[in-house]
């Protein structure tokens, strides 16, 4: 089996725009690079017309170059060994692959070892949610994780003492890693499951919500997060840049959900709501 892989070339203030359009052609992993990012989809699982319109449709952005391949379908472990670093959040959490040995203890550790998903810690975002998390009380508390990917969200809220997690993500790979990444982690109250908010099994409410995806899908979800919290539940979002926050803002006050605080790294934000009621 092949994947389809798309490069593309672009300002990066433009991704997110555009990895959300792609996404809707059927795509399903992405992937930043240095100019730009990567699409990847299994097969040719996708819409070639929707793509070309999509081609069409932004001809005068600048600069913006498509590239399309095949490539087989992959385990990215063994690239990957080849250059990631265990990085520290905080000074207390440290974040390891399986292989890495440490001698000094942190307080927390997350061992993750990412297939075809991502969430690794090195990324803005995932430092950013991470960090937050270490200053919100889960103890005791219901967590949903929303895109969860890797899974490492999840796993940080059983270390920080949540009692139930649900985790959900639209790509098998990232499901079946998460759920490889719990069982390292020794984290058995995570339950991972695949599909969009609206097409999995969620009952309840909960106590927190962390979702590190991007900025269209956390607009579009924003009221379904809403509905899920209790009040006084916290909503826990990144995955979107500094310029993007006030738009984030904007649409959480029409569901009651209020700022209580906001973290910026290099050019990317984490954002902490409250459900007013």
């Known amino acids: 089996m092949h994947s389809t892989r798309l490069q593309v070339v672009c300002d990066p203030e433009f991704s997110e725009i555009l990895m959300a359009e792609i996404a809707e052609a ?17 097969g040719e699982n996708f819409d070639k017309e929707l793509l070309s319109h999509l081609q069409e449709k932004y001809k005068h952005v600048n600069p913006l170059l498509f590239f399309q391949d095949q490539i087989p379908k992959q385990n990215w472990n063994e690239e990957w ?5 265990p990085i520290v959040v ?8 399986a292989f890495h040995k440490i001698d000094k203890k942190y307080p927390y550790e997350i061992i993750i070892t990412p297939k075809m998903s991502f969430g690794t810690g090195h990324h803005q975002t995932t430092h950013l949610m991470i960090s937050r998390q270490m200053k919100i009380n889960h103890n005791g508390k219901r967590v949903m994780d929303a895109g969860c990917g890797t899974a490492i969200l ?18 098998e790979w990232s499901v079946l890693n998460g759920v490889e990444n719990a069982e390292n982690n020794h984290c058995s109250n995570i339950h991972i499951q695949q599909g969009k908010i609206d097409e ?3 009952s309840g409410k909960f106590d927190i919500i962390l979702a590190n995806i991007n900025k269209n899908i956390l607009l579009a979800e924003m009221y379904q997060y809403a509905n899920y919290l209790k009040a006084g539940g916290l909503l826990l979002l990144s995955g979107f840049y500094i310029h993007d926050l006030e738009d984030l803002k904007k649409e959480a006050t029409k569901y009651h959900l ?10 990317w934000v984490c954002l902490l709501l409250e459900l007013k009621q």
């Open 26 to 42: 059927g795509f399903d992993t992405f992937m930043e690079t240095e100019k730009g990012f990567e699409a990847y989809v299994e």
């Open 81 to 85: 060994e080849k250059n990631v670093e």
């Open 200 to 202: 999995v099994k969620l």
């Open 154 to 171: 999840s796993i940080m809220a059983s270390k920080l003492g949540a009692t139930e997690i649900e985790g959900f993500d639209i790509d």
């Open 258 to 267: 209020q700022e209580v605080a906001h973290d910026e790294r290099e050019t």
């Open 90 to 97: 905080d000074e207390s959490c440290l974040v390891r692959a």
